[in-house]
């Protein structure tokens, strides 16, 4: 515990650990290069990908013991090319949709930070409320029972340049500007660091190194930050491009909770659709994961804070952060989509992560719809971890309002610092990382990750629902799609949604194997250790190969499902009894009696996106959008999908009084019965399922009592509370 602590707080034999683990990073890199060459020439002595048609997943032959994939080698999924050719995005380059913080185009050398562009700041609804801004105030006490309002900033200036050498008198420091919190806020975790892991050297490294070096870059912020910040907000599109000392810059002010309005959990307060940005929710949890996560954030600061022998150690890169919204009337009609499964080229791993082995793809953050979910809370499962090793990462939460069920956040450079072991509540940091990741002509990493959150079921029977499992598959989507007019690089995922949130593993790698296949991208699948998932998964995509299955059989598939749990209602409710997914695609696809070409060929190459494609919706649409922020949506006028939802709704199973099938499509097959209904409005499962969680693990605040249909979960809430005691604007 000690030497570990010396190195998060910035001793001397920690610097010479770094060194060391920036070879040992090297070595995994190269090592991890050698691994896939080794791949290459197997798959080179018939051709790339050859011997599938065996269904192997190897070279020749059944897969030896210690192999820990199947499908295609590695290599097909960077389509055989260099592992960071592929771009994600294109250049930088100001725009009234695109707001650059730095002075472009940068002209400092790469060792230097650009410079900050210079720009007037705002203060309004559509902008970061910065702490350093005029307008920023706060009542200040004078000590004789009155008070006067005055600049906040000065107020945190003062605080903070005082000689601060315990925990307590840094929680007296940062109480001292958020007075409306003092008795409400404790430190527990804080206090609990410093002055029980940390021994008596490592208090003092802390006290009179880190800690002054954290409070003068967070000072600095009228300084690094000369313009106003926009928001990211609900059903646009629009990007922010931030330098890495920018980052450094905000998130130091979020260590130190200087950020106005963004503390009260009122549910119509300003911010109440955002994200929490200060760290006072980290500071009072408990658990071992905090500690880790704690080490993880102070690890970064001492990797990026100047000292006072100068700047050497400020990371000089970008960052780039792309919401993108696509209309609720201009997604993809999935059962037109004639795009076949077996031609996406897969990789299915039970060993290794995302981060590790998903160099140069499309990394999928399993996220929370409030980025970074519990981060700065109790949760430490994928999306928290992500957010420590790549602190970066958590500048997000400063200004993305929460998502929509057609929206994800892209990321473009963020940067690793940490290495780790564990998960939940076995996660512990295991020392820094040096990222070795190339840039590209924007000075970004070449590290692209798009947060997609999933749905939460408290019923596991009601994610198989077709306007549930449209759901997902239209937020998967949106977070697939590819910008440019070049090949897209591949997607490296896994179980997104499953675990605390239910869902389905069997299904949601389905539903992301449709997506890449509509999308044309090769899809890298993590099963975490699942070797039975990964065996399969591996399986089934093989027999979508041998059928020639097509993503819109697989979605008529998917709907007959559904309507087979919900037309006996005492099948689903009985878990030994519940038919298992794949077992009822297998049957049903094998009732085609179309026998394949070639059961041993390779999969077909990739398409090339197409230059216009009619499900494609318009990335940077007009903002004026008819359905912005419907407290109800409104439920589809088509009969089937009315019935559908309200079956759903309502927990019913149709109506005995079912109309006659449709007539069997060319999606193959007869649809399942249309059922009648009346002519009704009302939520849908679906409305209710994603109002259902608020922050994920993070938040301790009281549901209301149960009172929604059965399985629904409860309703977001955020707990009354007092308002952060500002002074009004003037």
């Known amino acids: 515990m000690d030497s570990d602590m010396e190195e998060v707080v910035g001793s001397p034999e920690a610097e010479a650990k770094t060194g060391m683990t920036a070879e040992a990073a090297g070595k995994s890199l190269l090592k991890l290069e050698k691994a896939k060459k080794v791949q290459k020439e197997c798959a080179n002595g018939t051709g790339s990908g050859s011997g599938l048609g065996s269904g192997s997943g190897s070279c020749s032959g059944p897969p030896s013991p210690d192999q820990s994939w199947r499908g295609v080698p590695i290599e097909d999924i960077h389509r055989g090319l260099p592992l960071f050719q592929l771009e994600h995005m294109a250049p930088v380059s100001p725009s009234s949709l695109h707001r650059v913080m730095h002075k472009h185009p940068i002209r400092e050398s790469i060792d230097v930070p650009p410079r900050p562009f210079k720009g007037a700041g705002k203060w309004d609804s559509d902008h970061v409320r910065l702490p350093c801004a005029p307008e920023s105030k706060y009542p200040r006490d004078n000590g004789d029972g009155t008070t006067t309002i005055g600049s906040r900033w000065e107020m945190i200036e003062r605080a903070l340049l005082q000689p601060i050498s315990s925990s307590k008198q840094l929680q007296d420091a940062i109480l001292s500007y958020n007075t409306t919190y003092k008795g409400k806020w404790n430190f527990r975790a804080l206090h609990q660091l410093l002055e029980e892991e940390l021994d008596e050297s490592e208090k003092k490294v802390f006290f009179e190194d880190l800690l002054p070096r954290i409070i003068r870059l967070a000072l600095r912020l009228p300084d690094i930050v000369q313009a106003s910040l926009p928001l990211l907000k609900q059903h646009t599109n629009s990007m922010i491009t931030l330098t890495q000392q920018q980052i450094s810059c905000l998130l130091a002010n979020a260590f130190l909770c200087t950020y106005p309005r963004r503390n009260t959990l009122k549910l119509k307060s300003e911010y109440s659709s955002f994200p929490d940005i200060n760290f006072n929710r980290l500071y009072q949890s408990s658990g071992s994961a905090v500690m880790e996560k704690l080490k993880c954030i102070m690890h970064y600061f001492r990797r990026i804070c100047p000292t006072e022998r100068g700047d050497g150690n400020v990371s000089t890169g970008c960052v780039t952060f792309f919401r993108r919204s696509v209309k609720p009337d201009r997604t993809t009609i999935w059962n037109e989509v004639t795009e076949s499964l077996g031609d996406v080229p897969l990789h299915v791993n039970s060993a290794g992560t995302i981060e590790d082995q998903g160099l140069g793809l499309l990394q999928v953050d399993f996220a929370n719809k409030y980025l970074g979910g519990g981060v700065l809370g109790h949760g430490c499962v994928q999306e928290e971890i992500r957010f420590v090793i790549c602190p970066e990462l958590m500048v997000s939460k400063l200004f993305t309002e929460c998502l929509r069920p057609t929206e994800a956040l892209m990321v473009l450079g963020a940067e690793r610092y940490s290495n780790y072991t564990g998960y939940a509540g076995s996660f512990t940091w295991s020392g820094n990382h040096e990222d070795l990741t190339p840039r590209d002509s924007s000075r970004r990493r070449q590290t692209a990750i798009v947060a997609i959150d999933a749905l939460q079921f408290a019923n596991a029977t009601h994610q198989y629902r077709e306007d549930l499992v449209e759901r997902e598959l239209n937020k998967a989507h949106t977070g697939f799609m590819h910008a440019l007019s070049s090949e897209p690089p591949g997607v490296a995922t896994g179980n997104w949604g499953c675990g605390a949130f239910g869902g389905d593993a069997r299904l949601k790698s389905l539903l992301q194997l449709m997506v890449c296949a509509t999308l044309h991208r090769p899809l890298a699948y993590y099963t975490f250790g699942n070797i039975r998932l990964r065996d399969e998964l591996h399986e089934m995509w093989q027999l979508f190969r041998s059928q020639g299955t097509t993503v819109r059989q697989l979605w008529t598939v998917l709907r007959r499902f559904d309507y087979s749990l919900r037309s006996n209602p005492s099948q689903s409710s009985q878990p030994a ?57 409104l439920l589809s006028d088509d009969e089937e999908a009315n019935a559908m939802m309200m079956a759903a709704s309502l927990e019913a199973t149709p109506s005995e009084s079912s109309q006659a099938g449709a007539a069997a499509s060319a999606a193959g097959g007869d649809s399942p019965p249309k059922v009648a209904a009346p002519n009704l409005r009302q939520l849908s499962l679906l409305d209710m399922l994603d109002g259902h969680y608020d922050q994920g693990q993070a938040s301790k605040r009281p549901r209301p009592p149960h009172s929604g249909p059965t399985g629904q979960g409860p309703a977001k809430s955020r707990k009354e509370n007092d308002d952060d005691g500002e002074a009004p604007p003037r």
Request: with cysteine; hydrophobic share 25%; aromatic share 6%.
């Open 577 to 633: 009894a519940k038919p298992n997914l794949y077992d009822y695609i297998r049957e049903e696809l094998m009732k085609k009696k179309t026998p394949p070409s070639s059961t041993c060929s390779t999969p077909q190459s990739i398409k090339k996106l197409p230059a216009s494609n009619e499900h494609s919706p318009d990335l940077f649409a007009s903002q004026d959008d008819s359905t912005s922020s419907p407290a109800v949506l």
